[in-house]
């Protein structure tokens, strides 16, 4: 790897601009550790290019130069795929200059937008021509279309919308060697050979620099109702949603499982949030429905659906909320649960998959073996139920000494991986590999799958200055 010059820097502030470079510590320390500081890096310079043009500019002379890039979006992403490394030799190439919302076509039912776009006001643009961007999650007011997907982001709406890999027709990105390659096609068809967008999107920064996208739209949700449901165990969880998607389809656009502890935690360090029961239960659940008609009956349905619920055994209590105020406290309580996490000390996130008819097993076998090998832990699992994707997160126990706790991370990853394999899961569903799950890739995937990404990574970036030590 190279080692940034006086001379390239000054040839990179010629393509930015003065604005567009950051060489001051302190102002680019926030660019340096992730959200919840779980890791941090060094970095020679930050860059900020506000066109395509600029970003094929910047990579072009660090590509001459060897110098390692390290692309950055909102840096809310939970692995450190967004942290460089410790050498101080990397250049981090942060998007959030990027910010053109550059076409709405509703004929298309698109909107291109550059990859620095935070993704709230993304929803914000589709809202405004009277469509629905559907990708929803807890980091929306701060995360970017491009980390959203380069790390292929999922979050609450996955089971009616699937995630940004569903929701992309087309992406701009630009090749380590600095040269455009322009993808940005709105077709729903094409069948002309590989599905290029697909290799970028998910791959973490490691293939090229992701710089516009083709999004869908949807039709605007008209009608919603929101229900807080508590229930006595996990197979309750699985039941519902069944029953719940058997009566209503596709207005079923949320299902979102917590246990206790996660809202435990809520309800301590979350401002706002009460419980809505007088009662304590061992699971509860988020449900929404939702209709692009005026005035659907979707009270009636939850009604009908929770009715069959109680009777089954499967639901304990419900509270439907009555008002946007309502609904927008229950989401809270949902959404507060990873910054109510953070005030319990260090935590260990597993953001895994399993077939969703397995989530009660997983969690059983899961919880009996860590409780038998690191007694006290508090297991905070919760997440996207009808994804089959659980936060199966960790905390300390109460009172422990962080080192400890922290010694014991790989140990207690390896645990959760062993029981996630056993019943045939991914181990990460959700936020990727970065620099937190790379090694355990290694161990977890298999040894082919491993070489064809290697192959690809070759392909693209022989010189391996794309996110090095992310990923693979
Ligand atoms: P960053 O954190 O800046 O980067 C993430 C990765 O993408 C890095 O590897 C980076 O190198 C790469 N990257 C960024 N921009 C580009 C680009 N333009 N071109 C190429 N590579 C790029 N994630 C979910 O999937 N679902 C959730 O429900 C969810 N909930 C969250 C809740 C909270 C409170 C927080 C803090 C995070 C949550 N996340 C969730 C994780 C995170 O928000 C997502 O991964 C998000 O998509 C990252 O976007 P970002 O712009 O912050 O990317
Ligand atoms: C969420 O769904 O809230 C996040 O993806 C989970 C997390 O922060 O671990
Ligand atoms: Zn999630």
Redesign the pocket.
């Known amino acids: 790897m190279g080692r940034l010059t006086e001379t390239l820097t000054k040839s990179l502030e010629n393509v930015v601009g003065e604005a567009g470079l950051i060489r001051d510590s302190e102002r680019m320390q926030s660019y340096l550790s992730?959200?919840?500081n779980a890791y941090r890096g060094e970095a020679a310079l930050v860059v900020r290019p506000a066109s395509t043009a600029e970003v094929a500019e910047v990579v072009r002379l660090c590509a001459q130069a060897g110098i390692a890039l390290?692309?950055?979006?909102?840096?809310?992403?939970?692995?450190g795929?967004?942290i460089p490394d410790a050498s101080g030799d990397q250049v981090v190439?942060s998007?959030t200059r990027?910010t053109q919302i550059r076409q709405v076509d509703p004929g298309n039912e698109t909107i291109t937008v550059e990859?620095?776009v935070i993704?709230q006001r993304l929803q914000e643009a589709a809202a405004e021509a009277g469509r629905l961007f559907p990708l929803?999650?807890?980091?929306?007011g701060?995360?970017?279309?491009?980390?959203?997907?380069?790390?292929?982001?999922?979050?609450?709406a996955v089971l009616r919308y699937g995630?940004?890999r569903d929701l992309t027709l087309g992406v701009e990105?630009v090749l380590p060697d600095g040269r455009i390659w322009n993808g940005l096609r709105g077709l729903r068809k094409d069948n002309t050979g590989y599905d290029l967008k697909q290799l970028?999107i998910g791959?973490?920064?490691?293939l090229?620099?992701?710089?516009a996208a083709v999004l869908k739209l949807y039709p605007a949700v008209r009608s919603r109702t929101t229900a807080w449901v508590a229930l006595p165990s996990t197979q309750a969880a699985v039941d519902l949603i069944g029953r719940m998607r058997g009566l209503c389809g596709d207005r079923l656009t949320g299902f979102e499982l917590m246990s206790r502890q996660s809202v435990e935690f809520v309800l301590r360090h979350v401002a706002g949030c009460n419980d809505p029961f007088a009662e304590v239960h061992p699971w509860y659940v988020l449900i929404e429905l939702s209709d692009t008609l005026l005035d659907a009956p979707l009270n009636e349905m939850l009604e009908n659906g929770l009715g069959e619920a109680f009777e089954q055994g499967e639901a304990l209590d419900a509270v439907v909320a009555g008002n946007e105020t309502q609904v927008a406290a229950l989401w809270k309580m949902r959404?507060g649960i990873?910054?109510a996490q953070n005030h319990e000390g260090p935590s260990l996130k597993h953001?895994i998959s399993v077939p969703v008819s397995s989530i009660p097993a997983f969690i059983e076998t899961a919880d009996q073996q860590l409780q038998a090998a690191f007694p006290g832990v508090r297991i905070v699992a919760y997440g996207?139920v009808g994804d089959g994707n659980l936060h199966y997160n960790i905390s300390k126990p109460v009172g422990s000494e962080d080192a400890p706790f922290k010694a014991q991370a790989e140990a207690i990853m390896h645990v959760i991986y062993d029981v996630t394999r056993a019943f045939a899961g991914s181990i990460s569903a959700?936020?990727?590999l970065?620099q937190a799950k790379r090694e355990a890739a290694r161990r977890y995937k298999d040894p082919l799958d491993l070489e064809l990404m290697r192959t690809l990574k070759q392909a693209l970036d022989p010189a391996g200055l794309m996110?090095p030590g992310?990923?693979l």
């Open positions: 992730d959200w919840r390290v692309p950055q979006g909102g840096n809310t992403g939970l692995c795929g967004s190439l998007l990027m990859a620095g993704l929803s999650l807890g980091a929306e701060s995360c970017t279309v491009g980390g959203n997907l380069a790390t292929n982001a999922g979050g609450t995630n940004m990105v970028f791959s973490e920064g490691t090229g620099i992701i710089t959404e990873s910054e953001d996207h959700e936020h990727g970065g996110n992310k990923l």
